[in-house]
Structures are given as C-alpha cells and as structure tokens.
C-alpha cells in the first residue's frame, strides 16, 4: 500500500514538472501559441507608468485558458513617471481547444473610447 502511495507522489510530481512557463511579448501580437494542458502563458507587455494606461483582458476563450491573479509589473529602467514598466498578465492553459487571447491598453475611466493599443494571440492548447 506504501509502494502505491510513493507512486502516486511521484507521478503527481513528475506530472507538475511537465508544465512550463511561455512568455509572449509585444513581438508575438497578431501571432499564435501552443501550449499544453497545465502550462503557464505569462503577456509581458510595456506600460508607461503615471499615464494611467493599463493591460485588459478585453477577449478570452475561458474553456480553454484562464487567467491566473491580478497582472504583476517589473521595472525596466528608471522609477520615475513616464517610465516604461513591463506589465504581466498570466494565464493557465486549462483545456485542449483553440481561442483568441486579447488585451486593451487603455485607461479604465475611459470607457468612451477604444484602447491605445491592442495585443491579440492566437492560442492553441494541446
């Protein structure tokens, strides 16, 4: 009964192991993705900080990918404002299926007008 435990810890490790991170860019707009089930897709995408512009999830496919907690920022140059941060939204592909992923740079009390910019992927989980 041991024997059969550590088995099933071990495949539940190695099974976790599998899974990878992807990262897409600014490059990768208008493009495509595979991912596999468990996979991790982090959008790291630049923001100028002070501008009040934000990353959006403005379409996803939630059968197949979700997105995983509030966007993370990390600092590329100088903190000061107008600076450029890289914004990171992450998601976790969930099930097999192909979708569209797409985010809005805009500012959120601007509801009136169309994002600044829009990053699109096409994402294709296996």
Request: aromatic fraction near 8%; charge should be neutral.
């Amino acid at each position: 009964m041991l024997l059969f435990a550590m088995l099933g810890v071990i495949l539940m490790v190695g099974s976790t192991a599998l899974a990878r991170t992807v990262t897409v860019t600014e490059q990768d707009n208008g493009g495509g993705v595979v991912l596999a089930h468990g996979d991790d897709l982090a959008v790291s995408l630049k923001a100028t900080s002070g501008t009040g512009y934000t990353w959006k999830v403005s379409k996803i496919d939630s059968s197949i990918i979700e997105q995983a907690g509030d966007p993370t920022y990390e600092q590329t140059g100088s903190a000061m404002p107008r600076a450029t941060w890289n914004e990171i939204t992450r998601f976790t592909a969930k099930s097999a299926g192909t979708g569209a992923l797409e985010l809005g740079y805009s500012r959120p009390w601007e509801t009136d007008k169309p994002p600044a910019k829009i990053f699109t992927l096409s994402v294709i989980v296996k």
